[in-house]
């Protein structure tokens, strides 16, 4: 009876620890994604969203000064993404990029960390 009263108390923390990596392993997905993925989309405006990829900045431009504001449109899934420091954008209008950037998304928005025309 000893033996299985030894065997039952191991058993419980390893139940424990087998939870809590689990949990570990579930998360791990969605902190990579908001800790800063590269990722290749167009630099478009708030009023027209993914429709202005690949059209050019002349639109863009347009539409930002007429007071919408920059966002990022995915290119593999054509999302819209509210960008939380514009200013990093502004040279990039219209352009098809990659991106270095830390998402947040509930709120659906973009840091950006680093930008390029996209090759």
């Known amino acids: 009876m000893e033996k299985f009263n030894d065997m039952h108390s191991l058993e419980d923390p390893v139940k424990r620890v087998l939870a809590v990596m689990t949990a570990v392993l579930a998360l791990t997905p969605l902190s990579a994604m908001a800790a800063g993925a590269t990722i290749n989309g167009w630099i478009s405006d ?3 969203g993914a429709k202005h ?5 002349a639109c863009v431009k347009k539409c930002i000064d007429g007071g919408g504001d920059p966002v ?4 593999a899934k054509k999302e ?4 939380d420091n514009p200013d990093a954008v502004k040279s990039f ?4 990029v990659t991106v270095s950037a ?5 709120k659906k928005t ?10």
């Open 93 to 96: 209008y219209g352009v098809h």
């Open 110 to 119: 973009v840091h950006i960390d680093s930008i390029a025309e996209a090759k």
């Open 46 to 48: 708030s009023m027209c």
């Open 72 to 75: 990022f449109v995915d290119e």
């Open 80 to 83: 819209v993404w509210t960008i």
């Open 53 to 57: 990829t690949g059209t050019g900045a």
């Open 102 to 106: 830390t998402s947040n998304a509930d």
